[in-house]
């Protein structure tokens, strides 16, 4: 059964640095490209970041180029989102998601992981 | 960035009759190269991750009920929930995955049973 369990979020003041875990189980890790999306409370879906099979395309959204940074360890069978300078926008349920057939579109999401970034 | 627009916000349908959810893309999300439409839909119930219930347009993922079904092409795509069942009352997203990012999410649209 394939498995996505996000780790890591918490309460952070602003101008402050996180770093979420994703791990996988149940699916060969190091087939599938990776994507983070995230969700504010009672808000829609937003696309974060993506990275490839072997780290070598990866993306960000405009919203996050330059604070964040999206890594994987594969023998680990690990996805990981560095966070810094957080911004109270950045509220939100984490997800990871694993590539369908294609780099934006996604199919098995874990459960999420809720930053808050709050004062 | 290609803007997804959904209509409406919310419905609420009787058990048994048909959901209709529309979604408009600012650009043709149409790859002419392998005539593929790069669209997606989701289902979302609260407290739990999006569920992918059709991609290409039209195709249902693996496990989804047939009572649930995608249309549409270029710039404007249907959702249909045929004989609306109590557990579908859920936010549905639509989402264009076409070419580079961002790929973006429709606002979602909510379906309650009347």
């Known amino acids: 059964e394939v498995q996505l369990v996000e780790s890591g979020g918490g309460l952070v003041k602003p101008g402050g640095s996180l770093r979420l875990s994703c791990a996988a189980s149940?699916?060969?890790?190091?087939?599938?490209?990776l994507n983070w999306v995230r969700q504010a409370p009672g808000k829609g879906l937003e696309w974060v970041s993506y990275i490839d099979s072997w780290s070598s395309d990866i993306y960000y959204a405009d919203s996050v180029k330059g604070r964040f940074t999206i890594s994987r360890d594969n023998p680990m069978n690990s996805l990981y989102l560095e966070m810094n300078s957080l911004r109270a926008e950045d509220t939100a349920m984490y997800y990871c998601?694993?590539?369908?057939?294609?780099?934006?579109?996604?199919?098995?999401w874990g459960p999420g992981t809720l930053v808050t970034v709050s004062s | 960035d290609i803007v997804m627009t959904q209509s409406p916000d919310s419905l609420a349908v009787s058990l048994g009759e048909r959901a209709t959810i529309k979604c408009k893309s600012s650009q043709s999300v149409l790859h002419r190269s392998d005539n593929k439409n790069y669209l997606a839909w989701f289902q979302q119930k609260p407290g739990q991750p999006p569920k992918l219930l059709i991609y290409w347009a039209s195709t249902r993922y693996s496990g989804v009920p047939d009572r649930f079904s995608g249309s549409g092409s270029l710039t404007d795509f249907t959702l249909t929930i045929s004989s609306l069942q109590a557990e579908d009352a859920a936010v549905y997203y639509c989402?264009?995955?076409?070419?580079?990012?961002?790929?973006?999410f429709g606002q979602g649209t909510k379906v309650e049973i009347k």
């Open positions: 149940g699916f060969t890790f190091n087939d599938y490209s």
């Open positions: 998601a694993r590539v369908y057939m294609f780099q934006g579109l996604v199919d098995y």
């Open positions: 989402q264009q995955y076409y070419g580079s990012p961002p790929w973006t």
